[in-house]
Antibody
């Protein structure tokens, strides 16, 4: 069974940092591109970042470029999102997803507030 | 960037109704489009990929059509479990973009 579980969220002050993790199981993680998608409270879905299977290709939304860094560890079946210089508008539920988003994790809440 | 214009933003319908949701891309995206369903407090689930291919396990009352710039999601006979928010996603070029969502509510 394909499973992805996010962790690392929480409450952080503006300007602070968080590192999200997504542990994957039930599929050959190393051959799939992976993504982060977020959803602000009561709002729609926003694509945040994608990384190719071997980390060769990495893409970011303009809203997070220069502040967030996506990475992966294929040996540990894990995806990461390092979030720096956090702002109130980064608050929301963060999902990891596989490939062209055929499977999603359950999401992890990030709250940026003083 | 490719903009996805999704309509309507919400609709009220009854069980058994036919429901159609539309997404228009600001430029051609071939068939690089997916449709997703999201229920409150849950992760989205992919219903359709490649514009018209039904995801395994998704009921056949869901269908997708279109290519280029115009796409539709059709629910042929709305069921109680279909009341949710629906999103389109273009993955033709980065940045990937979602439509703003269509909330399907009970009439």
């Amino acid at each position: 069974e394909v499973q992805m579980v996010e962790s690392g969220g929480g409450l952080v002050k503006p300007g602070g940092s968080l590192r999200l993790s997504c542990g994957a199981s039930g599929f050959p993680f190393s051959i799939y591109s992976m993504n982060w998608v977020r959803q602000a409270p009561g709002k729609g879905l926003e694509w945040v970042s994608s990384i190719s299977s071997t980390s060769t290709y990495i893409y970011y939304a303009d809203s997070v470029k220069g502040r967030f860094t996506i990475s992966r560890d294929n040996a540990k079946n894990s995806l990461f999102l390092q979030m720096n210089s956090l702002r109130a508008e980064d608050t929301g539920l963060y999902f990891c997803s596989r490939g062209i988003m055929d499977y999603w994790g359950q999401g992890i809440l990030v709250t940026v507030s003083s | 960037d490719i903009q996805m214009t999704q309509s309507p933003s919400s609709l009220s319908a009854s069980v058994g109704d036919r429901v159609i949701v539309t997404c228009r891309a600001s430029q051609g995206i071939r068939n690089d489009l997916g449709w997703f369903q999201q229920k409150p407090g849950k992760a989205p689930q992919r219903l359709i990929f490649a514009a018209s291919t039904l995801q395994s396990g998704v009921p056949s009352r869901f269908s997708g059509s279109g290519s280029g710039t115009e796409f539709t999601l059709t629910i042929s006979s709305l069921q109680p479990e279909d009341f949710a928010t629906y999103y389109c996603l273009q993955h033709n070029s980065y940045p990937w973009t979602f439509g703003r969502g269509t909330k399907v509510e009970i009439k």
